[in-house]
């Protein structure tokens, strides 16, 4: 299991940023964890700013990761993340959206960034709606808190239990492989066999949701055919 060498900060431009510091002085078998109480200058999947508000956890993770897992933690994140929030509020409604949300009550709570680092280190950021949601111009998706779907936990509990769970299935993702992972993920997948959309860069598609591969791309099944679909923003029938 992992053993996180943390650092925390007032402030910071973003966690991540940290990290990748960190990274550059590393010898090789430390895993840094950094967090910060607020972020001048968070950031998003594909070019996305991320708000910042307080009560709020912002951690990034610098891990060892062998090139050909990289689209593969993704998953891991994810699946600790629903695995932590179900520690705390056993019966909730949660779930997880291709390819690194997860939705409590159907909308989003937390973002995951990753960014390369030196060597063979992968910074994994973590941002958590834990005591508020960010609302307003820019946000084109439902969001909620932990707060507000009823969950009492503040950010530095929540962190020491998703930190042990993600060092955990880290360690399984070494030890039993991907595949794995993937079972378990697709087990909490959101509408899966389902008709979905999925918005890319430059077109839609629509067809039926059957999972992701052995490397995370999502299968979308189009008039017979399987595609593969490497990157976009999926969206399910009944929020069309």
Request: glycine share 10%; charged share 25%; aromatic share 10%.
């Amino acid at each position: 299991m992992a053993a996180w060498e943390r650092y925390d900060f007032a402030e910071t431009t973003s966690t991540n940023d940290e990290v990748k510091k960190l990274c550059e002085m590393a010898q090789s078998g430390k895993n840094f964890m950094v967090t910060a109480s607020r972020q001048t200058a968070g950031r998003g999947r594909r070019g996305r700013s991320w708000i910042s508000m307080d009560g709020n956890l912002f951690v990034s993770f610098g891990v060892e990761v062998e090139a050909r897992a990289l689209g593969q933690i993704t998953f891991v994140i994810g699946l600790s993340l629903l695995e932590t929030i179900r520690y705390f509020a056993p019966k909730i409604d949660v779930c997880l959206k291709w390819p690194n949300d997860v939705l409590v009550n159907s909308s989003k709570i937390s973002g995951i960034l990753l960014e390369r680092a030196a060597e063979n280190y992968l910074v994994v950021g973590v941002g958590v709606n834990v005591a508020a949601a960010p609302q307003g111009e820019g946000i084109n998706y439902g969001v909620t808190s932990l707060k507000e779907a009823g969950i009492t936990t503040d950010k530095e509990s929540f962190l020491q239990v998703f930190a042990k769970v993600f060092a955990e299935r880290l360690s399984e993702l070494k030890t039993q492989g991907f595949a794995h992972i993937r079972e378990i993920w697709l087990n909490n997948a959101k509408n899966l066999g389902g008709k979905i959309t999925v918005n890319m860069e430059h077109e839609s598609k629509e067809g039926q949701f059957l999972g992701i591969d052995e490397n995370g791309a999502l299968l979308l099944e189009r008039d017979g055919k399987t595609e593969k679909i490497y990157a976009g923003d999926i969206f399910y029938l009944e929020e069309k």
